[in-house]
């Protein structure tokens, strides 16, 4: 007869974000600098704090998608947001849950594309606010 162990990994939602997470320091880590140049790359970090920051405040407002390609696809509902200790990370990370035809799925702030206002088919503008 076999016996054997197995670990399972499954992250959970920790609870509201952690405003004093070192976000710098970690977009710093996943996209450097050089890539795009100091002024494109800062320009990108304000973004995704803008963006975090409104779906923060008020989830139920809006849709976001992680698409790259134009014109957007994959739109969700924010289903939660907060620190998740999930996959990839395995460490609690700044994170939304968005809502797909097959559920949905956790994504780290850094790769969310764009938001938009729901019922609306066009993503936000966003006004980039520094912080």
Not at 54 to 65: G, N, Q, R, S, V
């Amino acid at each position: 007869m076999k016996t054997k162990t197995v670990t399972v990994r499954e992250g959970e939602l920790l609870g509201p974000i952690d405003w004093n997470f070192d976000f710098r320091e970690f977009y710093k880590d996943i996209y450097p600098a050089a890539c795009n140049g100091e002024k494109a790359h800062e320009e990108c970090f304000q973004r995704a704090m803008t963006i975090l920051r409104m779906l923060e405040a008020e989830p139920d407002k809006y849709e976001a998608t992680t698409d790259g390609g134009w014109p957007r696809c994959g739109w969700g509902s924010i289903a939660h947001i907060g620190m998740y200790d999930g996959w990839p990370f395995w460490k609690p990370m700044p994170s939304v849950f968005i809502t797909s035809w097959r559920v949905g799925d956790w994504h780290s702030f850094h790769n969310i594309t764009d938001i938009r206002v729901k019922g609306e088919y066009y993503p936000l503008k966003i006004e980039v606010v520094s912080l």
